[in-house]
């Protein structure tokens, strides 16, 4: 991929270049926290020569993933926001980890290939977990830097905590600001943005660290103003690896579990006219790579953690993506922005799909996609009115395939057809497919939303997105035997277990309107009541199954989602507080229907979904602040038939935990030193939608601790996490062509440490 390459010399020769300006700078010169080594650093009190690490104090924090920018205290809508600061100050090595250690949100681990997220009980892939029928979309999605990931590199792509501003994460509907893919929630992501000074400036950051299980990470970054008051550059890298705590005895590896993870960024802002300057534009570039081994064991292998499939079980992920956030002052109340972003993404995947010694099978995905959007809004900002209007295109095009093979032998012994033994001890060949379903997604939308300030104390918001999708599949299939007996079995078996080699093109068009209307009464200084309705969209689509020959129909699915918020600060506790309790509809679900080999994606399922978050963050002391969070989701199917005719309506919605609680302190005891112990709590649930007690996923706790000492530029860390050695699976099921019961297995006690430094 020369593109890929040549972007890659491109960042890390201005990543030196901006670390060579660094380096010819005194440390004083810097201004203090724009890379800080310590995120808690603050100015030298006055009878001490060495900074004194602080807390963070009750900041204002701005949420910028909805079309209007609000103080997170004036937001109806869930959100729950870390500073890159916080991320930092915790045992969080990547923005998965600061999912998971949010109330009511969590990841989904996948064994084939579509690993995603969840958010108040909804998965990325919906209820069914509908892989192929549903490649259209995805019911959440991720934005890093105003490019949305495309879902190739969902779960898949590296995201770094390392040199983060914010992180913010909507739990409910956020369909009216993100569009599509968004109707259970968003994690927006925004790395650290350049500023230009007014001298020639430059400063850099760095961290060195290892621990156990082979863990490794090398992480700098570097700003400089190369032009006072007009242009400024940053960069940011991060390499991380371990081996994982997985042995595969079969493959002879220790290191089955392997993580390789490297992510490097630039940003850069220009202002042509400097300071005062109408027009801002912000560049974004980033190429990051992450491939990782399996945690997935079968059932009776559980606590002593090997694994016995003698194919390969991973995937690679290589994803670029490139920005451009342009804004234009037009007079005091007017602003025009254009957020231009493109993509590119490669996931390659292998599954041993018997998951044992023998070889019964083996699949290789691959998913590429590639795409552009453009969003232009014209907002407004008055004395009582604030709005935004705008339009939005997006042009996506994915290249997914598949090959394969299944033994013979292992299909006839594995299903009892072995009448004469003798016979399956004579090697039969191997049944070969391959598979493909590219797709083209087209979509375009108009969107506005207004606050008016009714009265000094009332706010009311109203919103509306109309969207108009245009995408279209082809369906591939290629079936043949290896042998002249496998060559037979599939002639004998096309068009009624097997599909017909055939391509077949579907298409769709479908249209739909999402409305958003919220209330804010200040009830008192700083403290904000909410009520929001707001709704969400999975796209539809057609489809076509191989075997059976059907074509089908289904639209798209719909989150409905009324929401109560009490949110504010109180000053004189030195404390913030966020309260939403929520109750949203799941209508016309995506599940797969039919019988058999006769099976279709339809919109015959129903959910419903109740809870809410409790977030604060009190500072007690001087010297000790208390964060913590609980969430409550309720979530149970109103409507759901299986493709085995199970009735399972009222079985909770898999991977929804009842509850999820975490608490830290930070503490600093001595001027520099900063202990912040946390611990994570997660409810039980069920893997699936069957709601098989074996592939119960039992509830637990995880114990971390953050110790770090700063010395001037200088700080040495260490991060423990599990020290409990808390076992817990994040997954289970019987998914594979043997029907071994299998989980995907939470990490053991890890142990690291190491340095960082700023000059």
């Not at 350049?194 to 299980?213: H, N, S």
């Not at 089908?552 to 309260?579: I, M, V, Y």
């Not at 999820?660 to 112990?677: F, N, S």
Request: contains cysteine; glycine residues 10%.
């Amino acid at each position: 991929m020369p593109l890929a390459l040549s972007t890659r010399g491109l960042l890390t020769a201005v990543a030196l270049l901006a670390a060579t300006a660094a380096s010819a700078q005194n440390a004083e010169d810097a201004p203090l926290g724009t890379i800080p080594v310590e995120p808690l650093r603050t100015d030298a009190t006055p009878d001490a020569e060495e900074p004194r690490a602080a807390p963070v104090g009750l900041e204002t924090i701005v949420v910028t993933g909805e079309l209007i920018a609000r103080d997170a205290d004036q937001t109806t809508s869930s959100v729950a926001v870390h500073t890159g600061a916080e991320i930092e100050r915790s045992t969080a090595l990547d923005v998965y980890d600061v999912i998971r250690a949010t109330p009511n949100a969590g990841l989904e681990d996948s064994d084939y290939g579509f690993g995603g997220m969840t958010l108040r009980g909804i998965g990325s892939y919906g209820a069914s977990g509908a892989g192929a029928y549903a490649s259209y979309g995805t019911t959440n999605v991720v934005v890093i830097d105003g490019v949305g990931l495309p879902r190739s590199a969902l779960s898949y792509a590296d995201l770094s905590a390392f040199d983060l501003d914010t992180v913010e994460i909507f739990r409910g509907p956020q369909s009216t600001s993100q569009g599509r893919n968004a109707m259970g929630g968003a994690v927006v992501i925004n790395s650290i943005a350049p500023e230009p000074l007014p001298a020639f400036t430059g400063q850099v950051r760095g961290r060195i660290a290892g621990g156990d299980d082979g863990h490794r990470q090398y992480a700098g970054a570097a700003e400089a103003t190369l032009w006072p008051d007009v242009l400024a550059l940053r960069g940011t890298y991060d390499d991380r690896s371990d081996d994982g705590d997985i042995t595969n005895t079969t493959r002879n590896e220790d290191d089955a579990a392997r993580r390789d993870s490297r992510s490097l960024r630039l940003r850069a802002r220009l202002r042509p006219g400097g300071t005062d300057s109408p027009y801002d534009v912000l560049f974004g570039v980033a190429d990051v790579e992450h491939s990782r081994g399996s945690t997935y064991v079968q059932l009776e292998h559980e606590h002593n953690r090997v694994a016995r499939n003698d194919q390969p079980q991973d995937f690679d992920n290589r994803s670029q993506l490139y920005s451009i956030d342009q804004r234009l002052q037009l007079g005091d109340a007017w602003t025009l922005r254009a957020v231009s972003a493109w993509f590119r993404s490669g996931t390659l995947s292998r599954f041993d799909t018997d998951y044992d010694e023998r070889n019964g099978g083996a699949t290789v995905q691959r998913e590429d996609s590639d795409g552009f959007s453009q969003e232009l809004r014209l907002n407004y900002t008055g004395e009582r009115v604030r709005g935004t209007v705008g339009a939005y295109f997006y042009d996506e095009s994915n290249q997914d395939r598949s090959d394969g093979y299944l033994d013979l032998n292992f299909v006839l012994g594995f299903t009892g057809l072995c009448a004469v033994q003798v016979v399956c001890t004579v090697p039969l060949g191997n049944i070969v497919f391959e598979s493909g379903l590219p797709s083209d997604v087209k979509d375009m939308a108009v969107f506005g939303e207004l606050d008016w300030d009714a009265t000094d104390r009332l706010t009311l918001t109203a919103g509306l997105r109309a969207d108009r999708e245009e995408n279209r599949r082809v369906f591939e299939t290629a079936y043949a035997g290896d042998s002249l007996t496998a060559n037979l079995l599939v002639a004998a078996l096309r068009g009624s277990v097997l599909p017909a080699d055939a391509e077949v093109p579907v298409s769709r068009e479908f249209s739909e309107v999402l409305p958003k209307f919220a209330a804010r009464y200040a009830l008192f200084d700083h403290w904000y009541l909410g009520a929001a309705y707001a709704e969400g969209y999975r796209p539809g689509g057609d489809g076509y199954n191989q075997v059976s020959g059907r074509y089908f129909s289904f639209d798209s699915e719909r989150t409905r989602n009324t929401e109560l918020s009490l949110k504010g600060t109180h000053t004189p506790w030195r404390l913030q507080a966020a309260l939403n309790l929520f109750h949203t509809r799941w209508d016309d679900m995506q599940v797969q229907g039919g019988e058999g080999i006769d099976n279709y994606m339809e919109n015959a399922g129903r959910a419903t979904i109740r809870g809410g978050e409790l977030e604060l963050r009190w500072r007690a002391l001087d010297a000790l602040q208390i964060v913590g969070g609980f969430g409550l989701t309720r979530g149970r199917f109103d409507a759901y038939i299986s493709t085995q005719g199970e009735d399972f309506a009222g079985n909770r919605l898999p991977k929804a935990p009842t509850y999820t609680g975490v608490l830290a302190l930070e503490w600093m005891p001595l001027p520099g030193l900063l202990i912040r112990p946390d611990v994570l709590w997660i409810g039980a649930t069920p893997a699936n939608a069957d709601n098989n007690p074996v592939h119960e996923l039992s509830g637990y706790r995880l114990l971390n601790l953050a110790v770090r000492w700063q010395s001037g530029n200088w700080s040495l860390f260490f991060a423990g996490t599990n020290l409990a050695d808390e076992h817990y699976r994040k997954d289970a099921n019987n998914f594979g062509s043997a029907g071994y019961d299998v989980v995907s297995l939470g990490e053991r006690r890890r142990l690291s440490g190491g340095i960082e430094f700023a000059f």
